[in-house]
């Protein structure tokens, strides 16, 4: 979807954009080959010319930051395909949503396959460093919650990457409401020991746990792996439709 996107180019917006898909072209070397098709006027075809010069160059070098400061950030969806690779999904727990009163509980990341929970008071200063070298970070609903959450605790983190906040462009193909709800819409299961557990029973969890219960831990660190994991199913099992509703093609 990417390389079929023109709306970061300065200058260029979506009816620009639309009218260049109506043509039937479906990338950025098409509408190099093709542009004499579109009926747009040479300033506006060296425009986007240009544009595509500077973004295939920025694609090969793999700077996500000039594609982060330049799309919408409601359409960093569009990226993910090409750095997926060094992408991470996020969830975080807290007890309350107040970043001045409440606390920072629990960061989940997962990616590559892999995933790594940093706790409150056992290595949740460690989080900074798992930063390094990613360069997409998935939430649902992180743009309001998790990452400024995360940033009033680590004022020294910059986030920099393309932010790919599933609850917004899941809206626009009718999966609206929780993460849970979504999942349950989608047929996921969580695992029998997790099942049917909310944000609420979260604080609950971590309220035992300092009162003594590692088992209450255990469940929590499993409710929030099952999250991060669930965000890469969920955008995996969606990412075409995601595509065909920005051609306008669905539903």
């Not at 180019?9 to 098709?37: A, M, Y």
Request: proline residues 3%; hydrophobic residues 35%.
């Amino acid at each position: 979807m990417l390389t079929n996107s023109y709306i970061h180019i300065p200058r260029i917006g979506t009816s620009t954009e639309r009218k260049i898909w109506s043509c039937g072209i479906g990338s950025w070397d098409e509408f190099c080959d093709n542009h004499q098709v579109v009926g747009m006027s040479p300033s506006k075809i060296e425009q986007l010319l240009d544009g595509i010069e500077e973004s295939r160059q920025r694609l090969e070098t793999k700077d996500h930051t000039y594609f982060a400061s330049t799309l919408p950030s409601k359409e960093h969806w569009r990226a993910y395909r090409q750095f997926s690779k060094d992408t991470l999904f996020l969830d975080i727990e807290t007890t309350g949503l107040s970043q001045q009163r409440d606390e920072l509980t629990v960061i989940g990341v997962y990616g590559g396959g892999i995933s790594r929970v940093f706790i409150n008071g056992i290595d949740l200063e460690d989080f900074p460093d798992v930063l390094d070298g990613c360069t997409t970070i998935v939430t649902f609903n992180g743009a309001r919650f998790d990452l400024p959450f995360i940033s009033h605790y680590f004022p020294e983190i910059r986030f920099d990457q393309l932010h790919i906040d599933l609850m917004y462009p899941l809206r626009r193909i009718g999966l609206a409401g929780g993460l849970k709800h979504i999942e349950t819409v989608l047929g996921l299961a969580r695992s029998s020991e997790t099942a049917g557990l909310t944000g609420f029973d979260a604080v609950r969890l971590w309220h035992r746990y300092k009162r003594g219960s590692e088992d209450a831990l255990d469940t929590l660190v499993k409710y929030n792996q099952e999250d991060i994991c669930n965000l890469e199913t969920i955008l995996e099992l969606t990412y075409d439709r995601l595509v065909q509703n920005a051609y306008g093609q669905d539903g």
